[in-house]
């Protein structure tokens, strides 16, 4: 809780605000876009803590387009992201993992923007207590309010602002606009406020942790398996230690650790999802976004993620995100053996 003694508060709100006088030609559209992201945080939040004391745990009898069982909370987090997103009159388009379809928003309520987002990033674990969060990306459309969909499907590196919200024992958001500055913000529930506890984030160029589950090792390729061998047996000319394993299985949670730890999160392709398993604009570009701008780096194994160009809303990759120096050593890892990624593996 914020130290109520403490007068000089640096909010989210008041954050965004310094960066946007920073830019004299700013309109302030990027501000009020932020307002309902944080908005939306703040209801899934509330409602992942009670979620048990109100019946949002279970699922809803539905699937969404990734063929996974939704559950009461999904629903639920997708409806306030689109509805105070839409309302925000900052938007034109948006991308939810939950929807099939891109969520075009009214001619009237239509912005310069386009935001891609899962509305509850590992919600699978909600029933055990397991951190589960949000996960958002936002670009900005050259045509603004008269864009056509087929702005989406660009570069993550024309990302503007990424970010995510984890839910657990405290809420914490972290966001970056670029400029290579990574900020936290943790949620005061008696103030109902972001404040800023987690300033500059910056993650070391090597760690002591790995991040993967290990439950798919049988379907690895030789690349993958022969980094990750490494890391659990560090050739004895290189000094290092073995490095400890670290798995939640909820993306949000895992990264957050790998920010402020260090080491490497991965989810790289297998025998039984070739081209990877985490989707590309509302997963692994804002995260690949977020780790760079903190002076990490983020690869498929063969190709940095922000380079990557999807064809489709919800296409997937592979992805070895961390340290500068632990993912350099992945690219080693995959340039001296097969992978299925360059088709190389048999």
């Known amino acids: 809780m914020t130290d109520h003694h403490q007068t000089n508060l640096m909010t989210l709100t008041r954050y965004v605000l310094e ?15 932020m307002n309902a992201v944080q ?14 004391l109100i019946n949002l745990v279970g699922l809803a009898g539905n699937t969404n387009v990734q063929g996974e069982d939704q559950k009461k909370l999904d629903v639920l987090s997708n409806e306030m992201f689109v509805n105070a997103l839409k309302a925000s009159g900052k938007f034109s388009f948006m991308v939810s993992e939950e929807v099939d379809d891109i969520v075009v ?13 899962d509305p509850l990033d590992g919600s699978s674990n909600i029933d055990a207590g397991v951190n589960v969060g949000t996960i ?16 989406i499907l660009v570069p993550g590196s024309e990302i503007i602002a990424g970010g995510y919200c984890m839910y657990g024992s405290s809420c914490n958001l972290v966001l970056t606009f670029g400029g290579n500055r990574v900020e936290g913000f943790t949620l005061d529930p008696a103030i109902g406020e972001f404040i800023l506890t987690h300033p500059d984030i910056r993650i070391p160029a090597r760690g002591k942790i790995y991040s993967v589950n290990e439950g798919n090792s049988m379907y690895w390729d030789d690349a993958t398996r022969a980094y990750f061998d490494s890391l659990k047996a560090p050739p004895a000319d290189s000094g290092r230690k073995p490095y400890s394993a670290r798995y939640i299985g909820s993306m949000v949670a895992d990264v957050h650790r790998t920010l402020l730890y260090g080491g490497v999160f991965a989810y790289p392709s297998d025998r039984k999802s070739r081209s990877g398993k985490l989707r590309i604009l509302y997963e692994s570009f804002p995260m690949a976004f977020i780790t760079e701008q903190a002076g990490g780096r983020a690869t498929t194994g063969i190709q940095r993620v922000l380079d ?8 997937r990759c592979a992805i070895f995100l961390g340290g500068a120096d632990d993912i350099a050593d992945a690219e080693a890892a995959f340039a001296a053996n097969s992978n299925w990624l360059d088709g190389s593996q048999k």
């Open 136 to 151: 958002f990306g936002i670009w900005r459309l050259p045509s603004g309010p008269r864009a056509t969909v087929e702005e």
């Open 39 to 52: 908005l939306g945080c703040k209801f899934v939040e509330a409602c992942v803590r009670k979620a048990r």
């Open 19 to 33: 960066e946007q006088r920073q830019h004299p030609d700013a309109t302030g559209d990027l501000t009020i876009a």
């Open 308 to 315: 990557l160009v999807p064809k489709h809303i919800h296409d």
């Open 105 to 117: 928003v009214p001619e009237e309520l239509r912005g310069k923007y386009c935001i891609t987002f």
